[in-house]
């Protein structure tokens, strides 16, 4: 089996930015030595304890950290961006990092309607985005070709391209939460991830209707995806729920319309009040993670993977911190990787 790594860059609330982003480094660079295959980076934007605002850069700065794991986003939000800036950001990633970069894209925002008018401007596209997602897709993966792009003006042709000499393009993953996703990366014969770490709903569908649809394209023959999970590996499976328990908290307050707040440490999460509509998220929240001792996760992993036909899957590790922790460190999100690295990773993978 492959394992990969999705990161959102947390921020913790004995961290700064810089210290999220310190600790992200050093657990890029366990997944890199463990012999995992990708590490992705998420958009999200004006979320106090999510730092990873702007894939492209994030990229950059893991893969200079970084010797051969494929480095990507999961994903860019397209519609809070020209096609043509993103078809220059990945291509000028693809000519410094050649054959490790991933391009995810997305259709949500990543953010509220109010930071979503503040990304675009003034002269936002609004729903249009939405509709002409189908499009713009196709321009991002034409700009970044290395034969570039043709736009038809009234006066003739114009060439577009996303750098001048490009040698290679990075691949073109399209991401969703919803049965339109599926279809799409179905019709146009591109990989495809649904984001079952999100929600947990909806994947069996997704997957099938992306499987039966394909239509198979010169750079994907076949149908192609992966699982994706929140995990949380420790030593012992009390350790591993303590360690999950920071981000459940967090996501029920977003569920119930309250302000998120900088990741809890684990000793400040044991402590927290809950609300009465906060309890039940946050026990759905442990349930859907995969916690636990290295075997029982593995095992766990190995059975979400056989019953989704996957032989890659993606892992979202959500261990938060205990107090006196270096700040500049994720102790909790690398020993996730490195248990599960021992685990399921052979030598022959890396």
Do not use: C
């Not at 947990?200 to 149908?223: D, H």
């Amino acid at each position: 089996m492959k394992l990969s790594v999705l990161d959102l860059v947390p921020v913790r609330t004995d961290q700064s930015t810089s210290d999220a982003l310190a600790a992200s480094v050093e657990v890029a660079k366990v997944a890199d030595g463990a012999g995992y295959t990708r590490y992705w980076v998420a958009e999200h934007h004006n979320m106090t304890s999510v730092a990873a605002t702007s894939p492209p850069v994030v990229i950059g700065h893991l893969a200079a950290r970084t010797e051969r794991i494929r480095v990507g986003s999961g994903g860019v939000m397209l519609p809070n961006h020209a096609p043509l800036a993103v078809a220059e950001q990945f291509a000028l990633l693809e000519a410094a990092y050649p054959g490790r970069i991933d391009l995810g894209i997305g259709r949500a925002p990543g953010s509220d309607p109010v930071t979503s008018m503040a990304l675009r401007g003034p002269a936002g596209r609004g729903d249009a985005d939405i509709e002409n997602f189908p499009r713009y897709l196709d321009d991002v993966r034409a700009l970044m070709d290395t034969e570039g792009a043709v736009v038809r003006l009234a006066t003739g042709e114009y060439e577009l391209r996303a750098t001048p000499r490009a040698a290679g393009s990075p691949p073109l993953w399209l991401l969703g939460s919803s049965d339109y996703s599926a279809h799409l990366a179905a019709a146009k014969g591109l990989p495809y991830v649904f984001a079952h770490h999100f929600s947990g709903q909806g994947t069996e569908r997704a997957l099938e209707i992306y499987r039966s649809e394909f239509q198979p394209s010169e750079l994907t023959p076949e149908p192609r995806t992966f699982l994706t999970l929140n995990v949380v590996v420790a030593d012992s499976a009390e350790e591993a729920a303590a360690l999950a328990l920071p981000n459940a908290q967090s996501m029920g307050r977003l569920r119930t319309g309250r302000p998120m707040g900088f990741l809890d440490l684990v000793e400040d999460a044991a402590e927290r009040d809950i609300t009465a509509d906060q309890q039940p998220l946050v026990e759905d929240g442990l349930r859907r993670v995969v916690l636990g001792t290295p075997p029982d996760a593995a095992a766990q992993i190995v059975r979400l993977a056989a019953h989704f036909g996957v032989d890659e899957v993606m892992i979202s590790p959500l261990a938060s911190a205990h107090r006196g922790e270096d700040p500049r460190r994720s102790v909790g999100r690398e020993r996730t990787l490195e248990l599960l690295a021992a685990e399921l990773l052979t030598p022959a993978s890396v």
